[in-house]
């Protein structure tokens, strides 16, 4: 008998997630209506310091662009998108750059947006995923940095240094690889992980093959997701996965109590990041195959009246549901309350 945490919300096997880097305007009408069709919420990694004007940084291919502004990334928070700093300036960020780069866009991005900005996007490449530039993330509480490294998130990684998956027309010299909407999603049913998907700003033509993909290509991308993942898969906007992963990280499990007459749990966060916004956690109890006729799990929160909550049983003796954790939760069940309810 035992109480588990699933490695993902829900209890689902893998992960999905998409990323627009540089926050253009022109997402609203080319890329929005798709994930607004399929129920798959996005994420716009935003420059703070061209926050509503024309995009203009050296030869850049999407200058003359438009970055959004207060009102357009409001409007994606509303429809369940997130935002992530892309830096203040989009240029090499070196020591000395750390504070406005990483500190002062973010809470420039917070206040406009109203809403925590949780996770850092490094610009241009690689290069500031350097380690002044992890260290100062970290001192500035994001909960993750998202790199341009084409490779699967598992469960245990590093969340200072996580993955994306280029969704473009083909890479750069010499490979020159085509765009393939199946790419990693085997590989993340098999490892049950996390893709993370990044662009820029499909429309009806990738603006350039090497930085995006198509608006078709896109929207075929999510339809092979939704078909290979069914299920199996949790389309989410990686603010929530990262608040998941880095609770699921701080929590323990405790057992007060197996025999019998009931199975006793406590949860205990140690050092939990105060950044964290969402403590939910998917369990798992392993329990008497009698006491899942009509379950009942009970919850106890220090300071807080007793709640019950109706697990869902996933697979036999096997019971799974999602709950707001926190420090000192206590999680039973039990034969007498199998008895009370069967009315015996």
Sequence with gaps: MSLSICDWKHG???????????????????????????GIPGHVEAVAGHIGKVRQIGQSSYNGFHHMGAEGLRD???????????SWSHEVIGPDDVERELGDAKKLLEDVIGAPVPLFCSPGSNVNMSDHVLEAARRYGYLGAMSITDALNRPGDELF???????????????????DPYRNIRFAQEEGGWIIDYCHCPLEKAVHPNKDCSEAQLRRRFEAVLTEGGDAVWCANPDE????????????????????????YRLTMADLPPTVTCTELTLDMVAEAAWCGKPRVAIARPGREPETVIPQVVRPRTLRFTIEACDGLEIGIGQADATRRTGA
């Design 161 to 179: 240094w996580l993955n994306r998956t280029p969704l473009h027309e083909q890479y750069y010299a010499p490979f020159f690889s085509a765009y």
């Design 76 to 86: 994606l928070l509303d429809r369940g998108w997130g935002v992530g700093n892309h």
């Design 12 to 38: 689902k096997r893998w992960v999905y997630s998409i990323t627009y880097d540089e926050a253009l305007v022109e997402l609203h009408r080319f890329s929005v209506p798709h994930h607004e069709a399929f």
């Design 241 to 264: 996965v990262i608040n998941y992963h880095v609770t699921r990280r701080h929590t323990q499990v405790e057992t007060l109590q197996a025999d019998d007459s009931g199975h006793r």
